[in-house]
């Protein structure tokens, strides 16, 4: 099992530029989460999907989108990046109450 | 919006001295979940409490919930330097499904 895994790894973006990040999960799980990380603050919750088909607002969602594609792939889309969005995004995915973060990608918008 | 603060932010100690994290919450949690973050990794699951007093022990760690369910601590009996990163809290009320972190509390120790 891969469990939870995070493309790409590093991102360099202009402001303005377009981008997805792509997240798959081989655990069998229905929930799954994007997250950020900033300094000083912890994670944050963009999006989440309760299950296959569904999505829903997290704590900070704009200015990004998400597509649940199937079970095992939840993606989040920057349509116009900002210097604000420099930061470390996780994934994760849910099994009863326990969370399984990706590795992380490490953005940063110029 | 449920908020969870964490204390201290930063944690210097000398290998062998204890260490203690503390959480507390502005709403009653279902639950509280501690995650550990090494340096440049991901968070990773430590641990759930749910009964109001609860305490569970893992080796050095000891965690603890309040009775009221509004807090919750972290201690680790002499640190090591395999100890070292950022513990999170993490909580639940109500029937949310979501988690809401804690800003964390970076570990140094020093050998």
């Known amino acids: 099992n891969a469990g939870v895994t995070q493309t790409p790894k590093f991102q360099v973006l202009k402001t303005g530029q377009s981008m997805t990040l792509q997240c798959a999960q081989d655990?069998?799980?229905?929930?799954m989460y994007w997250y950020r990380q900033d300094p000083g603050m912890g994670l944050r919750l963009i999006y989440y999907s309760a299950s296959e088909g569904t999505t829903d607002k997290g704590e900070v969602p704009n200015g990004y989108n998400v597509s649940r594609l199937n079970k095992r792939e939840f993606s989040l889309r920057l349509e116009s990046a900002a210097p604000s969005q420099t930061s470390v995004y996780f994934c994760?995915?849910?099994?009863?109450?326990?969370?399984?973060f990706g590795p992380g990608t490490r953005l940063t918008v110029l | 919006g449920q908020q969870v603060m964490q204390i201290p932010q930063y944690q210097h100690v000398q290998e062998g001295e204890d260490f203690t994290t503390y959480c507390n919450s502005s709403?009653?949690?279902?639950?509280i979940q501690w995650y550990k973050q090494r340096p440049g990794g991901h968070p990773v699951f430590l641990i759930q409490l749910v009964k109001s007093g609860e305490v569970k022990k893992q080796k050095r760690l000891t965690f603890q919930f309040g009775e009221a369910k509004k807090n919750s601590s972290l201690h680790i009996t002499a640190t090591q330097t395999t100890d070292v990163g950022t513990y999170f809290c993490a909580g639940t009320s109500g029937s949310a499904r979501q988690l809401t972190f804690g800003s964390g509390t970076q570990l140094t120790v020093l050998p």
């Open positions: 994760a995915s849910r099994f009863m109450d326990t969370q399984y």
């Open positions: 655990m069998n799980h229905n929930s």
């Open positions: 709403t009653t949690l279902s639950n």
